[in-house]
């Protein structure tokens, strides 16, 4: 059962420092999306000439440090995985008003990663080295 669960990375089970390591890893992939997301609608806003102009540069300033922690995520560093999961979980809950249903059950799969990242985060930091 545990191999099906792998298979697809939403649910990455963790039992050893390799499969700690690797949810961290990533974890780090929702949060640089959502910081690419953020990019891509703030220059969307950026360019349209009607919508407020402000809010992009809001939106662009606002991903640079999601895609820093995400890219951290992803080097390795373990210790922003809650960083990276409160962040994630705090844009999903907030997307729930926002989003329609269909979008939520894409960011439901991908809010899993990021709470294996918190997970592996968790047995690292109970079996240090």
């Known amino acids: 059962m545990a191999e099906a669960q792998n298979r697809f990375g939403f ?5 050893d420092r390799a499969s700690a390591m690797y949810a961290v890893w990533m974890s780090g992939l929702p949060v640089f999306l959502i910081g690419l997301s953020l990019v891509l609608s703030g220059l969307v806003l950026l360019v349209d000439p009607v919508s407020a102009m402000g809010l992009g540069w809001v939106l662009a300033a606002a991903a640079l440090p999601l895609i820093a922690i995400g890219l951290r995520l992803r080097a390795g560093r373990a210790w922003l995985a809650p960083v ?3 962040l994630f979980l705090g844009t999903f809950a907030a997307e729930i008003w926002l989003m329609p249903t269909w979008g939520l059950v894409v960011r439901g799969l991908v809010a899993l990663i990021a709470l294996s990242g918190l997970r592996g985060w968790w047995w690292l ?4 080295e």
């Open 125 to 128: 930091r109970r079996h240090p």
């Open 11 to 15: 649910w990455i089970p963790v039992h």
């Open 84 to 86: 990276a999961c409160a």
